[in-house]
C-alpha cells in the first residue's frame, strides 16, 4: 500500500508512532506478512491476487500468534468481509466549503457467526471517532477479526 | 612502524549530504549540526565560510548555499560503498571515520609497482565505482598518512617526523585546548613541540599532551602495546551434517549466538558490528556484514544468524550445497556494559515489533521498512515524513508551527505514489484553469481521470499554496481543488478528490474514500 494516506489514518484514530509501513513488498510477500505477524498485533495486507493455499497459511499464522490479518482486497476464506456503499459527503457546496463528514453504509458478510450479511450506517470520518461499540452491535456474537478493528 | 596508505574523501560529510539530498556537486554547501558550520565544502569556503560560524552568518556570507543537517550515520552509511571499491584492490581495509579508510600500504604498492601507481589506481577506482573524489597520502603511521592524504603527498619511508616537522601545530586533531597554549607559549609547529623532551611534556601536560606529543614526533600514539595480542574472539560451527534446510539453521544459530555472547561477556565486551561467514561443500564462500547501533544481545545475534541463513537458503541464488561452516565474527565491539537495558525501556511488545522490522529489513534491504512521523506542511503528503526503520525519525519541517492555507481535515486517505493527470472541464467543455491571481477561469462541471469523465456535484477552491517562492529551485506554485463527483447509481459511492493544478496541469492528489 504505498499511496496510504498516513495523515488521514492518523486522524482516523491510528498510532503513527507504534506503525510501520512497507510500502513494496515485492516478490517477498508471504515471508514478509509472516515476519509481521510475528511482531505485530494488526496487520493490513494489500495484495492483488493471494493463492489460496498462501491465504490459507498466513490466515492459520496469524490466527496462531494471536494478531489480527486485515486484507485490503479479496482473501480467500475471511472470517468477516466488510465493504462500503452508498457514500455520501457532505460540507462541500458549489464553490465554497470543503468536506467535512462521510456518512457510508458498511456491509459486512462472513463465515461462522458471521455468516448471515448485516448492513449498518454511519459515519466514518468528521463525525465522533469510531469506537468498537459501532462495530459490536452488527454481529450477535463477537468475532475476533471484528473486535480487533481499530 | 607500519606504513599506511591512506584515502581521505574531502569534506565528506558535505559530500554524503549531497548526495543524499540530491545537490550538485559544485553547489557550495555546508553541513551544520546545532546551528554551527561543521563542514563546508570547497565552493563554500572560497567564499570564506569557514567550520565554526554561525548558520546565518554562513548563509549572509554565500547566499545561495546549501544547508545540510549533521548525520553520522548516514555519513558512514553513504560511505560503505567507497570503503568497498578500496577492498576491491586492498586488503586490510580500515575505516578510520566516514570519509577516512586506511590499508597497509605495502600488499598494493608492491602489486602496483610503486606507491605512486597504487595511490592513482585507488582514486580512479573509487571515482569509477562511487563518483567521490578521493585523495591518498602515504606515510609510517596513521596520523603521518592522514595529514599526507590531507594534502595529497608520499612522504619517503623514514621521513614522517621530517614530514610533520613544519607544519602548523593546530593539525593535532581534537585537542583545542593543548594547541591553544603551545601557541601562547610560542610553539607554533609540529616540530617545535617534538623537539620537547618527551618526560617533561607528558610531567606537565598529562598523559593526553604526551599522546600528542608522541604523534607530532611522527610515532604511533601509544607505545609499543605491552599487553598480549588479542584473543581471536570468533566462533566457529562446523554443522554436521550440513545446514541445507531453515529448521535447521535456526537450531545452529541459537547456540552460536549464545556462545559468541558468552566469549564477548568473558572479556566485558558487546558487539556492534557482526560478520557472518558461511562456507559450503562446494567452497562457495558467503559473507555479510551485520551493523546495528545497539550491542547485540544473545537473542539478538541468533536472530541475525538466522535471518542471514534463511536469506541465503530461501535467496534467488541459494548456494548449490549445504553449509559445512558457520563463523560469526565481531568486527567492532563495544564496552560490555553499553549492554545493560534500561529497566524502563521498551517492553516486549516493542522488542517484539523491532525484531519483525529488523527481519523485514533483512529481506527487502534498509529501506524497506518505513516508519511514518507527522510533520509540518500544507499537502496531505508533506504532513508526512518517512525513514527507515533505524535511522532518527525528524520530521523534515516542524509540525508544531502553523502553517497557514493547511489543507483542511479530513484528510485524503488514498494518496497516488504516481501522478495521475486530470482534465477539469466547464459548462461549455472549455477547460477550466487557475489565473496567476488565484481564481478559477470558470465553473468545474466535469472531471476526466483515467478517460472516465463525472460530473462535478461540488466543489470548492482553488486553494492557493504558494510555498518557498524566496528559493530559486525549490519554490512551488501550486493550487488546489476539491471536487465531489456525482454518484453513479444509487448504491453507489459518491468519489471526492483533491486535484492539484501546477505548471499548467490538473493531477489527482489525494482520493477521499
Not at chain 2, 132 to 147: I, K, N, R, S, W
Not at chain 2, 210 to 219: E, I, K, N
Not at chain 2, 226 to 246: A, E, K, Q, W
Request: contains cysteine.
Amino acid at each position: 500500500m504505498p499511496d496510504l494516506g498516513v495523515l488521514a489514518a492518523a486522524e482516523a484514530g491510528m498510532a503513527v508512532k507504534r506503525t510501520a509501513l512497507v510500502p513494496h513488498p515485492g516478490g517477498e510477500l508471504a515471508a514478509v506478512v509472516a515476519a509481521l505477524l510475528d511482531g505485530f498485533d494488526l496487520v493490513a495486507v494489500a495484495a492483488n491476487r493471494i493463492g489460496d493455499p498462501l491465504a490459507r497459511k498466513l490466515s492459520a499464522r496469524a490466527r496462531n500468534r494471536g494478531a489480527a490479518l486485515i486484507a485490503v482486497g479479496p482473501w480467500p476464506g475471511a472470517e468477516v468481509e466488510l465493504s462500503v456503499a452508498r457514500g455520501r459527503w457532505s460540507g462541500l457546496g458549489v464553490g465554497h466549503g470543503h468536506l467535512t463528514s462521510h456518512r457510508v453504509e458498511v456491509r459486512a458478510r462472513g463465515r461462522g457467526a458471521a455468516a448471515r450479511p448485516r448492513r449498518t450506517t454511519f459515519t466514518l470520518r468528521g463525525g465522533t471517532p469510531l469506537t468498537p461499540s459501532s462495530f459490536e452491535h452488527m454481529f450477535d456474537a463477537n468475532t475476533p477479526a471484528v473486535r480487533s478493528e481499530p | 612502524m607500519t606504513r599506511l596508505l591512506v584515502l581521505w574523501c574531502p569534506d565528506w560529510p558535505v559530500v554524503a549530504a549531497g548526495t543524499a539530498a540530491g545537490l550538485a556537486v559544485d553547489a557550495p554547501a555546508v553541513v551544520v549540526s546545532a546551528n554551527q558550520v561543521v563542514v563546508a565544502n570547497a565552493q563554500a569556503r572560497r567564499d570564506g565560510v569557514r567550520p565554526g560560524l554561525r548558520r546565518r552568518e554562513a548563509q549572509g556570507r554565500c547566499p545561495d548555499i546549501a544547508v545540510l543537517q549533521a548525520d553520522v550515520d548516514r555519513d558512514a552509511r553513504l560511505f560503505e560503498p567507497v570503503a568497498a571499491a578500496v577492498e576491491e584492490l586492498a586488503v586490510g581495509v580500515e575505516v578510520v571515520a566516514p570519509g577516512v579508510v586506511a590499508v597497509p600500504a605495502r600488499g598494493p604498492s608492491g602489486y602496483y609497482g610503486s606507491e605512486e601507481a597504487a595511490a592513482e589506481r585507488l582514486i580512479d577506482q573509487v571515482a569509477i565505482r562511487t563518483g567521490a573524489e578521493a585523495q591518498v597520502g602515504v606515510a609510517d603511521g596513521l596520523f603521518a598518512a592522514t595529514l599526507a592524504a590531507h594534502r595529497g603527498l608520499i612522504v619517503p619511508p623514514d621521513g614522517s617526523a621530517a614530514f610533520l616537522a613544519p607544519l602548523d601545530v593546530r593539525e593535532l586533531p581534537d585537542r583545542p585546548d593543548l594547541v591553544d597554549l603551545l601557541r601562547r607559549l610560542g610553539i607554533p609547529t609540529l616540530g617545535a613541540f617534538a623537539a620537547l623532551p618527551h618526560t617533561d611534556v607528558t610531567s606537565r601536560f598529562g598523559a593526553d599532551a604526551g599522546h600528542a606529543h608522541r604523534l607530532a614526533s611522527g610515532l604511533e600514539q601509544r607505545p609499543p602495546s605491552r599487553r598480549r595480542p588479542p584473543v581471536d574472539l570468533s566462533v566457529t560451527h562446523i554443522p554436521d551434517p550440513p545446514i541445507d534446510r531453515v529448521d535447521a539453521a535456526a537450531f545452529a544459530s541459537r547456540t552460536l549466538g549464545e556462545r559468541l555472547h558468552s566469549v564477548l561477556a568473558a572479556h566485558g565486551l558487546a558487539c556492534t558490528r557482526l560478520a557472518i561467514h558461511a562456507s559450503t561443500a562446494n567452497g562457495e564462500d558467503l559473507v555479510r556484514l551485520w551493523r546495528c547501533a545497539d550491542p547485540l544481545t544473545p537473542s539478538g545475534i541468533s536472530d541475525r544468524v538466522r535471518w542471514q541463513l534463511d536469506g541465503w537458503l530461501r535467496g534467488s541464488n541459494r548456494p548449490s550445497a549445504g553449509i559445512t561452516l558457520l563463523r560469526l565474527e565481531p568486527e567492532e565491539t563495544v564496552d560490555g556494559h553499553a549492554l545493560q537495558l534500561e529497566l524502563w525501556q521498551g517492553g516486549e511488545q516493542t522488542s517484539r515489533a523491532a525484531r519483525a522490522m529488523v527481519h523485514v529489513q533483512g529481506l527487502l534491504g534498509q529501506e524497506g521498512v518505513l516508519t511514518p512521523t507527522l510533520s509540518g506542511g500544507r499537502g496531505p503528503a508533506d504532513q508526512v515524513t518517512l525513514t527507515p526503520w533505524g535511522d532518527e525519525q525528524t520530521p523534515e519541517s516542524p509540525p508544531d508551527h502553523p502553517w497557514p492555507g493547511r489543507l483542511p481535515s479530513p484528510a485524503p486517505a488514498t494518496i497516488p505514489t504516481q501522478r495521475k493527470p486530470a482534465t477539469v472541464l466547464d459548462r461549455d467543455g472549455g477547460e477550466v484553469g487557475v489565473t496567476g491571481r488565484f481564481t478559477l477561469t470558470g465553473q468545474p462541471d466535469e472531471v476526466a481521470v483515467d478517460g472516465t469523465s463525472r460530473r462535478v456535484i461540488a466543489w470548492a477552491g482553488p486553494w492557493p499554496a504558494d510555498e518557498r517562492w524566496w528559493e530559486k529551485d525549490n519554490g512551488r506554485r501550486r493550487a488546489r481543488l476539491q471536487v465531489l463527483l456525482a454518484e453513479q447509481s444509487e448504491v453507489e459511492n459518491q468519489d471526492a478528490l483533491l486535484l492539484v493544478r501546477e505548471n499548467e496541469k490538473w493531477s489527482v492528489e489525494g482520493v477521499y474514500d
